[in-house]
């Protein structure tokens, strides 16, 4: 698995994989965002974005259903580069149980009344927090 800028990917290839998925904010993706490369392809993209001083948001978190399996080194693989990147706290905003499962084992905190989830309101979905050691 690679990690790889969006902006420094290969333009065929993040064509095709936007093309096969119209849902993912192609902008947000090109100027913060990262690809996620298994046997040459991009199966997957993400966006870790510093929103304060030592607090990141993972944004826009996706995989192909067909490389889900990966899911949790993607996760883990995530949280190394925040943690190299100096965060102490990582936020995540799931839509979805099979998620929050993962992420509660992977140690993640839900959380209800924060002020980062108040500032950053997302009507549907569970908030979650990692604090990076």
Partial sequence: MNLVQASKASAEKLEHFLQNNPNLNEYSLLQRGYV??????IEGCFILEEMEKGTYWLKQLYITQSEA?????????????????????????????????LLEALQFHPQKERAFVNKYDQRDGNWWLYHVS
């Avoid at 996620?36 to 392809?41: A, D, K, S």
């Avoid at 993607?74 to 943690?83: C, D, N, P, R, Y």
């Fill in 36 to 41: 996620v490369e298994l046997q040459g392809e």
């Fill in 69 to 101: 399996a990966v899911l949790p080194v993607l996760l883990e693989s995530i949280l190394t580069m925040a943690k190299q990147q100096h965060a102490q706290r990582v936020y995540v905003h799931s839509h979805q149980p099979v998620v929050d499962i």
